[in-house]
């Protein structure tokens, strides 16, 4: 019996080793696949992200909706579009003047020797491919969604004021209501508050052009904080505009100006080495005549356009978070819906006080000019 036990026990130990080598090879098997599955899951998840990022491209969005358009979009989503079609008018070097809707070379499809391009020197605008295949900016007259927001919003102004114009012709003398004794409290204090203290004693012949100013500085900022039609474009954030306006108060100020004002310019009361034999004063008063108008021009265009930068950041959060989470994204949707409607309630107050600057601005150089 002793024998029989030493004979089975080298055989009983060799079945345990193999069952442990066994056992061992299904485990590593089973950790490798383990492993290989979180390889694959951080693969596609790597692989998810980028194919979201390359999807969302914030700088894009937000250069695509402060830029200028051939077109109004209403609704657009990856698969259809619904616009207002503008007319484009061109003049070309080789074929003449063309005139068709923007419909037919928006989308991408070049329209007879006309496209727009998406990339290179001249994205977003209108060119003509040479037989080269170069690319020639022609003369264009096109009506873009800038320049139609500027025409409708003068429409509406004028609309607006005469209305409100003949409602008070009809009863000067009673108390106004409504919609019209708002309008006629902005007049009243453009008027009494800014005009007439800052102009001076000649400040009636200057009161049209700064009323106008204000409420179109500030009717085309509301109209570009409304995400419909007819608002939603850039109107006062376009430099162009801006630089019209800040033109209109340098020849306002330049071309009234009194003799002691240019005096004051070309020599002023310093001491005479100061003027002479280098004109140092004299020159930086001459330089001082461009830079008033230019910083009235930037300041709108920098606040209004960085109003609307911001606005479509706090909104891309919610595409950015998108791919992080179900968690991550209701959250960061939550904070970025708050702070989206936080600065546009600031930017409310932003469009009345960038109106209110410039024309006080305005007024006070032209009163400095006058006075």
Do not use: C
């Not at 102004?157 to 003398?173: G, N, Q």
């Not at 009194?258 to 008063?285: A, G, N, S």
Request: hydrophobic share 50%; aromatic share 12%; charged share 15%.
């Amino acid at each position: 019996m002793k024998r029989l036990h030493l004979t089975y026990k080298p055989i009983i130990l060799l079945i345990v080793l193999l069952f442990s080598i066994v056992a061992n090879a299904k485990i590593e098997g089973e950790i490798a696949k383990a492993e290989e599955v979180d390889v694959q899951t951080d693969e596609t998840n790597a692989q998810t992200e980028s194919e979201s990022k390359k999807k969302f491209d914030v700088k894009e969005l937000i250069l695509h909706h402060l830029a200028d358009s051939y077109e109004w979009t209403l609704l657009s989503s990856e698969d259809w579009h619904v616009t207002i079609p503008l007319p484009v008018i061109l003049r070309s070097k080789t074929s003449g003047w063309h005139l068709f809707l923007s419909s037919k070379i928006t989308h991408g499809d070049p329209y007879k020797v006309f496209q727009i391009p998406h990339e290179g020197k001249y994205q977003g605008k209108i060119v003509e491919l040479g037989i080269d295949g170069s690319e020639i900016r022609p003369l264009d007259l096109s009506l873009t969604k800038n320049a139609a927001s500027l025409i409708i919003s003068s429409l509406l102004l004028i609309v607006i004021f005469m209305s409100v114009s003949r409602s008070i012709k009809r009863a000067p003398m009673e108390g106004k209501k409504g919609f019209v004794g708002l309008m006629e409290m902005f007049v009243m204090m453009v008027h009494d508050d800014i005009i007439k203290p800052s102009v001076g004693a000649d400040y009636k012949k200057y009161a049209p052009f700064l009323l106008t100013v204000f409420f179109f500085i500030f009717f085309n900022n509301l109209l570009g904080l409304l995400p419909f039609f007819p608002g939603g474009a850039n109107v006062t954030g376009n430099i162009a505009v801006t630089m019209v306006l800040a033109i209109g108060t340098f020849l306002a100020i330049n071309l009234t100006g009194t003799k002691h004002y240019y005096k004051d310019v070309f020599w002023p009361d310093v001491p005479i080495w100061l003027k002479v034999p280098f004109p140092i004063m004299p020159i930086i008063e001459i330089v001082g005549l461009f830079t008033k108008p230019f910083a009235l021009m930037i300041r709108l265009f920098a606040n209004i356009m960085g109003g609307h930068a911001i606005v479509l950041g706090l909104i891309s959060i919610v595409f950015i978070t998108a791919g992080l989470g179900t968690s991550i994204n209701a959250s960061m949707t939550a904070v970025s819906v708050f702070f989206s409607v936080f600065i546009l309630f600031l930017e409310l107050l932003v469009a009345f006080i960038q109106a209110y600057v410039f024309t006080l601005l305005s007024s006070v150089f032209i009163g400095m000019a006058r006075n």
